[in-house]
Structures are given as C-alpha cells and as structure tokens.
C-alpha cells in the first residue's frame, strides 16, 4: 500500500528558499569584479505556485500562509545582500497565470495543463487567488517591495520593468528567481541578468545559476538531459531553440528532438547562413534552416510556436495595449501599518519584518 504523506503550504514554498551558502557561491560566480551596490530581484510568483497545483494531498489550514511565505522570502533575499554584500534591493513580486489570450489564438493548447488545474482544483486556486490578492494590498506599504499582477507571460513584465529601469539610469544587476523555462529568454536579452534556479533534492540545496555563458550548457544538462560539450550557438538564439524543439512548461510539444534542434542551429550558424544571435525576423531564420526533410512542417508552424514563447514578441503586443498603462509601482512605505496587518492576519505564519 502505497502512502501518502500530507504537506503544508510553507512546506512547498520552502523549495524556493535558496540556502545562503549557496547563495554565496553563486554570487561570487555570477558577479565576480562587480562593483554594483544595488541589485533588482524578480521573483516570479507563477513557478512557486505551479508546485501547489500538483499536491492533491496539500493541507491549507491558513489562508494567508502564501502570502507570509512570499513576503519571507524578499526578506530572506534582501537580509542577504544587506548583510553579506552591503548591497540594497529592489523586489519585484510578478504574478500571472500566463494563460494570454493571444497565445491560445496562435497555439490553441498553450499552457493547457495549468488551465486544466486551475478549473479542477477549485479550493487551491481560490486560494491563491485570494492570496494574490492579499499581496496586492500589502505590498505598497513594504520598503521598495512592489507586486506586479497581469494576463500576460511573467517574463513579459519582467522584460518591460528592465527596460524602463534602464532608461530610467537603473542599470543595477538583475536577478530572477524562477524554475520557469520561459523565463531563461531574458538572460540574453537584457545586459547583466542572471537566474537563480532554486533546487533541492533529498535535503540538499542543489539550486544553480543560469547565466549568458553557461545557459545552453547548463539547460541542456540540467533540464533536458542531453550533455554537448562544444556548443557554438549563442544565448541569444535560445528563443529559436525553443521554438524548433519544445517547451512543455507551457503545453508545446516537440517539432524536433533536442539534438536535431541543436544541429539545425549549429549547422546554420556555421556555415553564417544565420546570425549567431537574437534574431526578430522570422521567414529569414527559417529560410536559413529550412531543409526539405522537414516534410510537412511549414513557416507559420514555426512562427506561430516562436511568437508565442518569445518575450519581445509578447512584449510588443504588451506595449500597445491598454494593460500596459495599468503596471504602477506605489510606493507607500509604512512600519506602522505592516505592524497592524502582520497582528491581524499573519499570527500563525508571521512576516519576517525585521529583515525587510
């Protein structure tokens, strides 16, 4: 008989907690000679509570332990660069269900498994929802922590902060924690942005990070088992990587093994047919590797899969959009407040205030 042990909401979000030795190791890595004393933090909100929709057997005995454990997390994060780094942090909490409308236009099964969840684990999903909610509310009042909640992709409101975060003059590290696939895209698109991949395994902290010089190496290993020692092909094509291969995290499926994919690029960019880089225009990409043994498969196959996953693409449709006027950053800050909310609402899971 097999058993079946229950788990807690803090149990789960504890995954995404990357221990400070190891955050350590990674930082000195990742930002060897930097002399940056200020750093943005995204955390995307959708990969931690992905988990909670594939625990049938998860217990919710306090509605708001999300929540505390979200906030606790900026404050595990932000202690950390204080007290090791002496570097300040601006956090940015990003919540969707990167379920666009658009997206199931171009590719009708996009992201169908979490909308399936969504609809079928009604108690968990009114959950998060509301603690969604309670975010909302809470995070003006917190010291430079700032909640972003929307229909599109997460990655696109990551991508639109950095941006204007740069013609602002905030040319400060970016930092993601995510375990989102669709997410590694912004490494290579924005200067000096790096994820932090949290790990654990069997009581270990085996989180890594992903970077402009190690993300094919470090992709192909770690998530789709495939070891390439001589990698040509830059970061920035990983979009179009993506597109001729698979992304399950969000429902699409394979047009090409892992190792055909990588051929197919390395073999254009080798011969220059394709530039070794971030590439907008699509029929030029496919006429560089188009081959007649791809039999039924045709550009606006490949098209479609690309603009769907790719963050400018998305971004583009983003910027013209009225939601785009609707992503604010209040600013509120005040002790007294956070004090009331965290008595009220956080007695059995309390905010980690001290730290923030």
Not at 76 to 94: A, E, G, P, Q
Not at 116 to 138: F, G, P, Q, W
Not at 336 to 356: A, C, G, M, S, W
């Amino acid at each position: 008989m097999k058993v079946i042990h229950a788990v807690s909401i803090e149990q789960l979000m504890y995954k995404n907690f990357i221990k400070y030795d190891k955050l350590i190791e990674m930082v000195n890595a990742v930002f060897v000679g930097s002399n940056a004393t200020s750093v943005n933090i995204f955390i995307d909100v959708y990969s931690m509570v992905k988990i909670l929709y594939k625990n049938p057997n998860m217990i919710i005995e306090d509605y708001s332990s999300l929540t505390a454990s979200v906030i606790n997390l900026c404050a595990h994060l932000r202690d950390f660069f204080k007290t090791r780094y002496r570097t300040t942090s601006k956090i940015y909490i990003v919540a969707s269900r990167n379920t666009p409308a658009m997206n199931t236009l171009l590719y009708p099964s996009y992201n169908n498994s979490i909308k399936y969840a969504m609809d079928h684990m009604l108690s968990t999903d009114d959950m998060i929802v509301n603690n969604m909610e309670l975010l909302e509310t809470l995070c003006p009042y917190l010291p430079d922590i700032f909640f972003i909640k929307g229909e599109y992709e997460t990655g696109v409101y990551m991508y639109d902060i950095m941006c204007k975060n740069e013609m602002l003059g905030n040319m400060n590290p970016n930092i993601i924690i995510t375990r989102d696939t669709y997410n590694f895209q912004l490494i290579p698109m924005r200067e000096n942005t790096v994820v932090f991949r949290p790990y654990k395994q069997g009581g270990g902290d085996l989180s890594y990070y992903l970077d402009k010089n190690n993300l094919f190496e470090k992709f192909l290993i770690t998530d789709r088992l495939v070891t390439k020692n001589d990698i040509k092909i830059n970061p920035g094509l990983f979009t179009v990587f993506l597109a001729l291969s698979k992304l399950p995290e969000r429902n699409i499926k394979s047009l090409f093994n892992t190792t055909k994919a990588m051929k197919i690029l390395d073999e254009a960019v080798s011969t220059l047919r394709l530039h070794n880089g971030y590439n907008s225009d699509m029929e030029s990409v496919w006429n560089s590797i188009y081959k007649d043994s791809f039999g039924s498969i045709g550009y606006s196959i490949f098209k479609a899969r690309f603009d769907v996953i790719d963050i400018q693409s998305q971004h583009y449709g983003f910027a013209n959009s009225p939601y785009s006027k609707g992503v604010t950053f209040p600013n509120l800050y005040d002790p007294e407040t956070v004090k009331l909310i965290n008595n009220k609402y956080f007695k059995k899971n309390p905010l980690d205030l001290n730290r923030l």
